[in-house]
Every structure is written in C-alpha cells, then in structure tokens.
Nanobody, 128 residues
Framework: QVTLVESGGGSVQAGGALTLSCAASGIRYNHDCLGWFRQFPGTGREGVAGIYIGEREGAYVPDSVKGRFTISRSRDNAKTVVNLQINSLKSEDTAIYYC??????????????????WGRGTQVTVAS
C-alpha cells in the first residue's frame, strides 16, 4: 500500500526558500516515480517536479518553475524521502503542495497525468 506524508510547509517571506519533504512507503525501487504538485484555490493540480526512484538518475521540472524548484530523493529506513526545494519564493507560489506517486513509471518518461496516489498536502504561503 502506498502512503505519502508531506511536511515542511508554512509561511515564508517573498525571496526566501523552503524545502518540502515527502515520506513515501510502498514505493518500489526501479519501478515507480514520485512527484510534487500544487493547487491554487479554485484550480486543478499542477505538476511541478517528478523523480524516478531507481538506479537510473532522472528528474523533471517544467520550464515554468525551472531554476527555482529542485527535486531530490533519499532513503530513510524503509521509506523513500523526496524533497522539493523552492528558492526565490514569490507570492504566486502560494498554494497547497501535494506529494504524489506514479506506480509503474519508466525511467526517462514524464507524465504528470499518470500520478494516481496522493498525500494530504501541505500549505505554503508566501508573504510579499
């Protein structure tokens, strides 16, 4: 069973930085991907980063946030931890950020529509 738990959200001043963490269990090495999405009030979720969990290194960040958003991964006992570092925060980054899992992804392929498992989300508020 896949479980995803986000942490690290909060209120930050514009121009600052924040790191969100996701502790994931039920993720299989060389088989699955983890990603980060955000949702603004009244809109759908937008994918902002994805990473392959396997021997092959692979991560994706869309052009809209490239240069400010960085995704990375590590292991903590039986859980996979995926971090999203956000630099140079802007007020328009204010959103709920969700960790998500894509079961059965292929290294080097990126499809934000394939993520089907979700955490509960963590609020990020950027004050200008």
């Amino acid at each position: 069973q896949v479980t995803l738990v986000e942490s690290g959200g909060g209120s930050v001043q514009a121009g600052g930085a924040l790191t969100l963490s996701c502790a994931a269990s039920g993720i299989r090495y060389n088989h699955d991907c983890l990603g980060w999405f955000r949702q603004f009030p009244g809109t759908g979720r937008e994918g902002v980063a994805g990473i392959y969990i396997g021997e092959r290194e692979g991560a994706y960040v869309p052009d809209s946030v490239k240069g400010r958003f960085t995704i990375s991964r590590s292991r903590d006992n039986a859980k996979t931890v995926v971090n999203l570092q956000i630099n140079s925060l802007k007020s328009e980054d204010t959103a709920i950020y969700y960790c998500a899992a894509w079961i059965g992804c292929r290294a080097g392929t990126w499809d934000f529509g394939a993520y089907k498992y979700w955490g509960r989300g963590t609020q990020v508020t950027v004050a200008s």
